[in-house]
C-alpha cells in the first residue's frame, strides 16, 4: 500500500513539474512505462496514465494496438454438418482497443463528434474490404463478430475504464493489458473536451514487445524456419535417444 501511496505522489509531482514547465499546452499526458516486455511468465501488465488539464473539462483516453488483418468466417448448417459459407476480410483493424473515460461517452460529447475521433467500438473505423458489395445488416453482423471475438479474447475493452481526476486539473487512469497482449507499437491518445468538443489531444507511444531467450526463440524461428524446424528435429532425437538410455540392457 505504502509503494503504491508513494508511487501515486510521484506521479503526482513528475505532472506537476510538466505542468509548470508547459503553461501553454491545454492538456499533458505521460505514461508510467513505455514498454511493456513480454517475458516467458508474462501474466498481464498494468501502466498508469497521468497528466493534467489547464482547463475544466473531461478526459478520454482511447489505446489502439498495431493494425492487422481479420477474417471472419460465417458458418452455415450443410447436409447436417456446420460448415463455412460466407466470409469478411477486415484490413487495418486495431489487435488492441481500449478506451478510458472521466463519464459515460454518451454523456461528453455527441455520436458524430465521438465517431470524427474513433472513439467507442460503436464508432471506430471497421468495414470489410468489399463493403460496398454487402448490405448494411450483413455489414453489421461480421463487424458485430469481430468485436465480439476479440472481446471474447480479451483484447477490445468490454467496459469503459474510469479516469480519475484529483482536484480539477491532475488525472489519472490504469491501462490494463491481457497476458495475450498482440505485440507492436501502440498509440495511447488523450483527449480533453469541454461542451462537447475536442479542444485539446496528446498521442503518446507504447511499445509492447518480447524480451528474453523467449524472444530470441521466437524471432530465430520465425527468421529462419527451415533451419529452426531442423534443429527442433534434432533436439527432439537427442533427446529420445538420452530419455532411452537408462532401460537399455548392458
Do not use: C
Not at 29 to 56: C, M, N, R
Request: proline share 6%; no cysteine; aromatic share 8%.
Amino acid at each position: 500500500m505504502m509503494a503504491g501511496l508513494a508511487r501515486w505522489i510521484g506521479l503526482i509531482a513528475v505532472a506537476m513539474v510538466i505542468t509548470v514547465s508547459s503553461p501553454a499546452r491545454a492538456l499533458v499526458a505521460d505514461l508510467s512505462e513505455h514498454l511493456i516486455a513480454i517475458t516467458t511468465g508474462f501474466t498481464g501488465d498494468e501502466v498508469v496514465l497521468f497528466g493534467a488539464v489547464e482547463e475544466p473539462g473531461d478526459v478520454v483516453v482511447v489505446v489502439r494496438g498495431p493494425t492487422e488483418t481479420i477474417m471472419v468466417r460465417r458458418k452455415e448448417r450443410f447436409l447436417g454438418i456446420w460448415v463455412n459459407r460466407a466470409s469478411a476480410r477486415f484490413e487495418r483493424a486495431p489487435s488492441y482497443y481500449a478506451v478510458a473515460a472521466s463519464r459515460p461517452l454518451e454523456e461528453i460529447a455527441s455520436p458524430p463528434i465521438l465517431d470524427r475521433h474513433d472513439i467507442g467500438l460503436e464508432n471506430l473505423d471497421l468495414r470489410p474490404v468489399d463493403w460496398e458489395s454487402m448490405d448494411d445488416d450483413e455489414i453489421v453482423s461480421f463487424r458485430d463478430s469481430l468485436i465480439r471475438r476479440k472481446q471474447f479474447a480479451g483484447t477490445y475493452g468490454i467496459e469503459i475504464e474510469p479516469v480519475s481526476f484529483l482536484g480539477s486539473r491532475l488525472f489519472r487512469t490504469r491501462l490494463a493489458f491481457p497476458d495475450n497482449v498482440p505485440t507492436g507499437q501502440y498509440l495511447v491518445s488523450v483527449f480533453l473536451l469541454s461542451d462537447g468538443n475536442v479542444t485539446a489531444a496528446q498521442t503518446t507511444p507504447l511499445s509492447v514487445r518480447k524480451v528474453g531467450v523467449g524472444a530470441e526463440i521466437f524471432l530465430f524461428a520465425h527468421g529462419s524456419p527451415a533451419l529452426y524446424g531442423i534443429l527442433a528435429i534434432l533436439v527432439a532425437i537427442t533427446a529420445g535417444w538420452l530419455a532411452s538410455l537408462p532401460f537399455r540392457r548392458p
